[in-house]
């Protein structure tokens, strides 16, 4: 129910105050949350402090405002993402050991691919990924995996909205995309190469539940012009150690 003059509801508002905190931006004031929040200052200072005083949000000596260890808590308990990064982790140190590029698990959440975890050694390449960040899913491997996988709703969705290109060599043309996904079921997985950073090559590999529901992708990402196939073995070797650990019978 709306409670207040914009017309939006106390969720509403909470959840604006708190989507303002990215991977890349942290810590900030309370007035930065009120203005990237779009709500009046008032209204901002006061969810704040109440989100501190819950232990939600933490303010710091400085008096600037990060995301509380109480909200980490709460989100970890019986989650599905955790109980999936921990399936994934041994697997995901087996595959970054042996082919020592990034390592990548991500899942679909509101559609977009979210990444859960990211291992990288010190040789590792050029990437853009963050633990908790979003990206398009047209654009890479893994979102590629995760939308080709998806419902035939998911699929539609995107494939009538607008396809961002984020380098010349991303897919923005829907009847091209509509062939990749075709592709990335036929092959069972995904190459993007310059899609996210011209320099770079995503390569992702389905993962599957019990019931056989695609719920993660598992991807690495290349130099642009190393070899693939070195790197797919790994990944598919490590997609059934995921699977065996989530349950699934060979």
């Known amino acids: 129910m709306a409670n207040s003059p914009t017309g939006d509801s106390v969720t509403d508002r909470l959840v604006r105050v708190l989507e303002t905190f990215t991977p890349s931006r942290t810590v900030q004031t309370a007035a930065e949350i009120g203005r990237r ?9 006061r969810i704040v402090g109440e989100l501190v005083d819950a232990g939600l949000l933490e303010r710091d000596d400085d008096r600037r405002i990060r995301i509380g260890m109480r909200l980490w808590e709460l989100a970890t308990r019986s989650s ?41 050694g010190p040789t590792s390449g050029s990437n853009v990924t963050r633990i908790a960040g979003r990206l398009p899913l047209h654009a890479s491997s893994s979102g590629l995996v995760l939308l080709a996988y998806g419902t035939r709703d998911l699929q539609e969705r995107m494939l009538a909205g607008r396809l961002a290109r984020l380098t010349p060599e991303t897919i923005a043309d829907p009847a091209a995309l509509r062939r990749k996904l075709a592709e990335v079921r036929t092959l069972g997985h995904a190459v993007a ?32 012009d190393a070899p693939t196939s070195a790197a797919l ?14 349950g699934v019978r060979s």
Do not use: K, W
Not at 37 to 45: N, V, W
Not at 107 to 120: G, H, I, K, M, Y
Not at 233 to 246: F, S, T, V
């Open 37 to 45: 929040s779009g709500l009046p200052r008032s209204s901002a200072h």
């Open 80 to 120: 599905q993402a955790l109980r999936l990064r921990q399936a994934a982790m041994p697997a995901m140190e087996r595959v970054q050991a042996r082919i020592r590029e990034h390592t990548q698990l991500a899942v679909l959440e509101q559609d977009e691919a979210l990444f859960l975890e990211r291992l990288s």
């Open 193 to 224: 190469r310059g899609s996210i950073e011209l320099v770079s090559t995503g390569v992702a590999v389905p993962v599957r539940d019990e019931t056989g529901t695609v719920v993660a992708a598992l991807s690495v990402v290349l130099p642009r």
């Open 233 to 246: 073995d790994e990944l598919h070797r490590g997609r059934r150690e995921i699977e065996r650990a989530l």
